[in-house]
């Protein structure tokens, strides 16, 4: 066995589960009678990771968002990973706004991350790769720790756990 066991915080996203929840929320769009004659187009652009929303009035809008938010809560996707914009105005009067998908952790997200790991004190090391951070330790219920200190954090990103060796 290994002497040193590690595990990677990363900050992900299912792509195709998000585009299952568009598809969701588009059907629910079409059906719902109080936004039939908003015309409310929802694109989703996976290269650039961003959610386009563009609708006729600042409430079909907020129902439009709502209506994605529930649709990402039983995909089980983290409403973390949604950061919207401002609403904007749109060509024909429309309001358009754009929603970020926030995928991969930031280098500030980072530091954070490995601030908090030691302030643990733990016998464990965080180091910064890439995207995601490599956690190591000798003892297992120190890693266990890490985690359960980070899913307690309340991060302003979604944090997943993988590659636990």
Do not use: C, H
Request: aromatic share 6%; no cysteine.
């Amino acid at each position: 066995m290994a002497k040193n066991s590690s595990f990677d915080v990363v900050s992900e996203i299912d792509f195709q589960e998000v585009d299952n929840a568009v598809n969701q929320a588009i059907k629910e769009i079409k059906q719902r009678y109080d936004l039939k004659d908003s015309k409310t187009e929802v694109t989703l652009n996976k290269n650039d990771k961003v959610i386009l929303v563009n609708t006729k009035d600042d409430y079909s809008l907020k129902a439009s968002y709502d209506i994605l938010q529930t649709k990402f809560l039983k995909r089980q996707l983290s409403l973390k990973s949604m950061l919207p914009d401002e609403a904007e105005p749109a060509s024909g009067g429309r309001l358009r706004q754009t929603i970020n998908l926030q995928s991969g952790i930031s280098k500030d997200n980072g530091r954070k991350i490995t601030k908090l790991v030691k302030e643990l004190k733990l016998k464990v090391s965080a180091q910064i790769m890439d995207e995601k951070i490599r956690v190591q330790g000798a003892k297992r219920d120190d890693l266990q720790a890490v985690i359960n200190a980070i899913k307690e954090a309340d991060l302003e990103f979604p944090t997943q756990f993988v590659n636990y060796k």
